[in-house]
């Protein structure tokens, strides 16, 4: 007999066999044994993150092996994966009964992340302002300052502290798929004590030199006028 697909299960062909005007009747049994369907689910994550990637099989009992390109990177019905750029893994599995599923293609999306950059301290005067700018290597995401006591939505952000105050701004790029890619800078604004000249009122006699300095706690530099 010969038949290129045969029914899932056990497949029974009858036999006759005749030689010389006697017949004899038989029969043959073949099982056939599934082709197992593979379920297999990506991730998305934004680059350095752990991706994890699962699967599953309608035939159980069996072994998943995982591939990128030629090389097997490992066993067993979950993989743990650190790409950088979005990367498609293989995945095949073998039943007990040594039946291989075609070849699974899982991908995991890998998103940049973005990077703050152009931070740098300030130093002001009581009642100054200061313009914090935050540059970032990806644009369209969003910006979020906080002093620990108000939060702002703005970049550039203008500030006028009464005291010296630590600023952290967190930048968000939402690439869909449930990812959010983030990063973090601070920026410290050191506001400075004015000094204070001291009430100066002298009587002298005319003629008689003198010398005198105001009393100021923080700067050693007077203009006089």
């Given at each position: 007999?010969?038949?290129?697909?045969?029914?899932?299960?056990?497949?029974?062909?009858?036999?006759?066999?005749?030689?010389n005007?006697?017949?004899?009747?038989d029969?043959?049994?073949?099982?056939?044994?599934?082709?197992?369907?593979?379920?297999?689910?990506?991730?998305?994550?934004?680059a350095g993150?752990t991706?994890?990637?699962?699967?599953?099989?309608?035939?159980?009992?069996?072994?998943?092996?995982?591939?990128?390109?030629?090389?097997?990177?490992?066993?067993?019905?979950?993989?743990?994966?650190?790409?950088?750029?979005?990367?498609?893994?293989q995945?095949?599995?073998?039943?007990?009964?040594?039946?291989?599923?075609?070849t699974?293609?899982?991908?995991?999306?890998?998103?940049?992340?973005p990077?703050?950059?152009g931070?740098?301290?300030?130093?002001?005067?009581?009642?100054?302002?200061?313009n914090?700018?935050?540059?970032?290597?990806?644009?369209?995401?969003?910006?979020?300052?906080?002093?620990?006591v108000?939060?702002?939505?703005?970049?550039?952000?203008?500030?006028?502290?009464d005291?010296?105050?630590?600023?952290t701004?967190?930048?968000?790029?939402?690439?869909?798929?449930?990812v959010?890619?983030?990063?973090?800078g601070?920026?410290?604004?050191?506001?400075?004590?004015?000094?204070?000249?001291?009430n100066?009122?002298?009587?002298?006699?005319?003629?008689?030199?003198?010398?005198?300095a105001?009393?100021s706690?923080?700067?050693?530099?007077?203009?006089?006028e």
């Open positions: 007999v010969s038949q290129s697909r045969y029914n899932v299960g056990d497949n029974v062909f009858a036999l006759n066999y005749q030689l005007g006697c017949s004899v009747d029969s043959i049994s073949v099982f056939v044994n599934p082709i197992p369907l593979v379920n297999a689910s990506g991730d998305a994550i934004c993150d991706a994890q990637l699962t699967a599953s099989a309608n035939v159980t009992g069996g072994s998943f092996e995982w591939y990128l390109g030629s090389t097997q990177v490992g066993t067993g019905d979950t993989l743990f994966v650190t790409p950088t750029d979005t990367t498609i893994c995945l095949t599995y073998t039943s007990p009964a040594q039946c291989v599923n075609d699974t293609q899982v991908t995991v999306y890998s998103f940049q992340v990077v703050i950059s931070l740098s301290n300030q130093a002001i005067c009581p009642n100054d302002t200061v914090l700018v935050a540059n970032v290597s990806i644009l369209g995401g969003n910006f979020f300052w906080t002093d620990q108000s939060n702002f939505v703005s970049n550039p952000l203008t500030v006028s502290p005291d010296t105050t630590l600023y701004v967190q930048y968000n790029v939402n690439y869909g798929f449930g959010t890619c983030s990063d973090t601070q920026v410290l604004v050191s506001v400075f004590a004015a000094p204070i000249i001291q100066m009122n002298f009587t002298i006699c005319s003629g008689v030199q003198f010398d005198f105001p009393d706690t923080l700067a050693d530099y007077r203009d006089w």
